[in-house]
């Protein structure tokens, strides 16, 4: 199973960018990069995913490099309602376990 | 609307008893999870079921069981064997790599 590290907190001021970063070095050839955000209380809600390169959508980029051994999400231009958890997950959860959840950041957004 | 239900909201237990939780989807997926998320943690996988009449257990399955006799539903029971039930609890189900997750139950015991 791909493990992953993420840094456990990060602060950051609106209207930055915010980048995190998941280190997952025995990721597997048919494995997926996703990443969730979580709010106190309720369910982890999908961000973003991606294989390889650069995935872009209307909320986030996702960069992961050639050796696809971490990838990092980008937030541009943050808000205070974007201060949440945000797990980085590895794997392909079409096979059940054969996938991890990152422990997780917690992003605090600061006026 | 599509999309994944738990109930109840909140869950208060005495020591000793069996709970169920409930967990519906109607979005045709396969696969279904539930895990657990303690404060403060990440979430730890405690069953999960690929298809119908057929369910895995995860990291932390001591203390809980499952069924899955419909595609739609994915019913988690914690028993009275498991230690250390109060927790938030979270099921989702999954397309390819996407999982979708419920609103949660957060379960007490008094």
């Known amino acids: 199973l791909a493990k992953t590290t993420q840094p456990i907190s990060m602060d950051s001021y609106e209207g930055q960018e915010v980048n995190i970063t998941c280190s997952h070095n025995?990721?597997?050839?048919?494995?997926?990069i996703t990443w969730y955000q979580q709010f106190p209380s309720q369910g982890p809600r999908f961000i973003i995913q991606g294989y390889k390169t650069k995935v872009t959508n209307e909320v986030a980029s996702l960069f992961i490099p050639a050796d696809r051994k971490s990838s990092t999400l980008s937030l541009p231009r943050v808000s205070l309602s974007d201060t949440a958890v945000y797990y980085c997950l590895v794997g392909d959860s079409n096979y059940g376990q054969n996938f991890v959840f990152g422990p997780g950041t917690r992003l605090s957004v600061l006026p | 609307d599509g999309g994944i239900t738990q109930s109840p909201k909140y869950l208060f237990r005495k020591e000793g008893q069996n709970v169920t939780l409930s967990c519906e989807q109607n979005?045709?997926?396969?696969?279904m999870y539930w895990y657990r998320q303690d404060p403060g943690q990440g979430l730890r996988l405690i069953y999960y079921s690929q298809i119908v009449n057929d369910f895995q257990k995860g990291d932390i399955a001591e203390g809980y069981s499952v069924s899955r006799e419909k595609k739609e539903s994915f019913p988690l029971t914690v028993t009275s064997a498991q230690k250390n039930p109060t927790a938030f609890y979270l099921c989702?189900?999954?397309?390819?790599?996407?999982?979708?997750f419920g609103p949660g139950t957060r379960l007490t015991v008094l």
């Open positions: 025995n990721i597997a050839t048919n494995d997926y």
């Open positions: 979005l045709n997926h396969d696969a």
């Open positions: 989702a189900s999954s397309l390819r790599e996407e999982q979708f």
